[in-house]
C-alpha cells in the first residue's frame, strides 16, 4: 500500500512543475493591474451567483459521485466476483482507455449539438437511463461481460465530463471565475469521496447491488437536477451572450 499512496507523488510533481513554468493568463494579468483582484472572491462569489454555484455543485456532487461509484468501485466489485488481481489490472485499464474515447467524442458531438447544457443534458440521461441495464448485465457476467458492460458505461460518464470544464468556466464571471470552477469542482468532489463507504454502508442493509443501483440512480438525479436548473451558458448563434460571460 505504501508504493501505492507513493504514486500519487508522480502527478503531483507534474502538476507542481507546469503551475511553475506556467504564465499567468492575459485576463488575470488585467485585471490586477486594474486591480479587480478580489481579496476574498469567495464571499464576493456566493454574494454575486448564489444560484449559479449551488446549481453548479449539485452537478460537481452528482458527477464526482458517480464517477467514485463507478471507476474507483469496479475494481472492488471484480474482487467481489472472485477475478484475479493480473484480470481486475487489465480490465480496468480496458475501461479506462474506452473512456478517453467517450470524452473525445462527447466533445466532438458537443460541438455539433452546439451549447454547453444541452449536451451535457443530453449524455446525463442518457446515462441514467442505462445505469439499471449496464449494472445488471455486467453484474450478473463473467468477466468478459463485466468489462464490457461497464467499459460501456465509462463512455457514457466521459461524455458527461467533456464539455464540464467548460460549462463551468463560462458559467461565472471572469472576477470569480477561477475560485468558482475550483470551489465548485472541489465541494462536489468532497461528497463524491464517500461514494464508496455510503455503498458499503449502505449494502449491509439491502444488500451490495441494491445499494450501489440506489446510489448510482440517486446522485445521477442530483446531477440531472443541477444541469437543468442552469442556464446555458453559451451558444453558436450568441456571440454577443458569450462576450458577456467573458466581460
Known sequence: WRVFFATALVPGAITVLLRAVSKETPVFEEMKTRGEVERIPVRGLFKQAPKAMLFAILITT????VNTATFSFYPSVMFTK???GVSVGVGVAVINLVS??????GGALGNVI?????PMLIYSLIFVLSVYPILKL???GGYTTFVSAFSV???????IFSTLPAFLSELFSKRFRATGVGFAYNAGAIVGGFAISLIYALS?????????LLLLIAF???MLVGIALSSETWRKTEVAHADKIVE
Not at 62 to 65: D, I, N, P, Q, V
Request: positive net charge; proline residues 0%; glycine residues 18%.
Open 82 to 84: 472472485g477475478f484475479s
Open 153 to 159: 458505461q465509462a463512455f457514457l460518464e466521459a461524455m
Open 220 to 222: 445521477s438525479l442530483v
Open 114 to 118: 452546439g451549447g454547453r447544457k444541452r
Open 204 to 212: 449491509s442493509v439491502i444488500g451490495l447491488f441494491e445499494s450501489w
Open 100 to 105: 478517453l474515447f467517450g470524452v473525445w467524442i
Open 62 to 65: 452528482g458527477l464526482l459521485f
Open 138 to 140: 455486467g453484474y450478473s
